[in-house]
């Protein structure tokens, strides 16, 4: 099996930045592609970024395109969201996901791509 957790999460003001990170364990060798969603109270859950096994390839909504970058280290078995110029509506509850079938990150934008998920972190940006 394969646990994601996600740390970082916390209060920051618009225009701040912050970085949440997700730790993996376990059978991590069985992990491709990863992402991270987001839930904002009564909101369905929303792609934000995905990124390949090897990292070289990444996909953003279009949203956070150009303020949120994602990233992995394979040794540390860590994927990483940096989240700069942060607006209000960014915020939510973050999650980490990882993909046990595909690395392609044009597919990696919904749900169902997903195997494996974290526990969320907050994120709160005011105004």
């Known amino acids: 099996q394969v646990q994601l957790v996600e740390s970082g999460g916390g209060l920051v003001q618009a225009g701040g930045s912050l970085r949440v990170s997700c730790a993996a364990s376990?059978?991590?060798?069985?992990?491709?592609?990863m992402g991270w969603f987001r839930q904002a109270p009564g909101k369905e859950r929303e792609f934000v970024a995905a990124?390949?096994?090897?990292?070289?390839?990444?996909n953003y909504a279009d949203s956070v395109k150009g303020r949120f970058t994602i990233s992995r280290d394979n040794v540390k078995n860590t994927v990483y969201l940096q989240m700069n110029s942060l607006k209000p509506e960014d915020t939510a509850v973050y999650y980490c996901?990882?993909?046990?079938?595909?690395?392609?990150?044009?597919?990696?934008?919904?749900?169902?791509?997903?195997?494996?998920w974290g526990q969320g972190t907050q994120v709160t940006v005011s105004s």
């Open positions: 990124i390949s096994r090897s990292g070289g390839t990444t």
């Open positions: 376990g059978r991590t060798a069985s992990i491709n592609g």
């Open positions: 996901a990882g993909s046990g079938r595909s690395s392609v990150v044009a597919v990696l934008t919904t749900p169902s791509r997903y195997d494996y």
